[in-house]
């Protein structure tokens, strides 16, 4: 049962990401003196897209790794994370014409963003004393 939350509120973090995505491109549609500063915006989501992903597929719902195996799976998400940044950033400093970087790293955040507020009401409302502790 509780496999099953986790894996519908997942799939709506996903959704929401999208949904956010796509209310970028129409504002990039309709506002074009603003143009930099979404394309900025868009380049961090792709970025925070990577992040999202990289959370929920990496990931470990099932607990089934442990020791060295989960320290490794833990350490290689967050250098793809931190690769991540680095290129939307260094793409966003070096064609500022194209880009704004400020708004790079806002898009880039709204994947962080996404999975604490997508997975803190999940975590609120879990019952802390499993089955087997009882």
Known sequence: ????????????????GVAIFVVTALLWLVIAHWRVWINGLLLGELGGAVVVLSMIRGGQPDGRSSGAPLFLSGMLGMVIRFAALVVVMVIAAKWRHIFNPYMALVGFLFGFVLIFAGLYGYAK????????SR
């Not at 049962?1 to 929401?16: E, N, P, S, V």
């Not at 879990?126 to 089955?131: A, I, L, R, W, Y």
């Open 1 to 16: 049962m509780k496999r099953d939350g986790l894996q519908a509120r997942l799939k709506a973090i996903q959704w929401i």
């Open 125 to 132: 409302n879990q019952d802390t004393t499993s089955s087997e």
